[in-house]
């Protein structure tokens, strides 16, 4: 198991930037890549950004690409995700995944995870 904690959600304006963290507890850390998801109202979960295990990898979906970016802290068990040029179609709950999953099938597309935080809101207002 592994238990994983979203923080650093909030309200912000359009164009304005957040980060979020997620605290990771339980079996070994960078054993897993983490990724990142989210669920606007009425819509359903998608997938944001994950970053490999070693933390040299990153993949990222077009919505967001070139604004967010992932990092890793192996040492602190912690992942962030850096937003920029936050708009309002970015609100949404956004929840932190781990994945015991190997480069070559996130590079190949696959976005299973196993493990789920319960999320933290960010609420990006015009």
């Known amino acids: 198991q592994i238990q994983l904690v979203e923080s650093g959600g909030g309200l912000v304006q359009a164009g304005g930037s957040l980060r979020l963290s997620c605290q990771a507890s339980?079996?070994?850390?960078?054993?897993?890549?983490m990724g990142w998801f989210r669920q606007a109202p009425g819509k359903g979960r998608e997938f944001v950004g994950v970053?490999?295990?070693?933390?040299?990898?990153?993949w990222f979906a077009d919505s967001v690409k070139g604004r967010f970016a992932i990092s890793r802290d192996n040492a602190k068990n912690t992942v962030y995700l850096e937003m920029n040029s936050l708009k309002p179609e970015d609100t949404a709950v956004y929840y932190c995944?781990?994945?015991?999953?190997?480069?070559?099938?996130?590079?190949?597309?696959?976005?299973?995870?196993?493990?789920w935080g319960k999320g933290t809101l960010v609420n990006v207002s015009s």
């Open positions: 339980g079996h070994t850390f960078s054993n897993y890549a």
């Open positions: 995944a781990a994945g015991f999953v190997s480069d070559y099938d996130l590079e190949a597309g696959y976005r299973g995870m196993d493990y």
């Open positions: 970053i490999s295990w070693t933390g040299e990898s990153t």
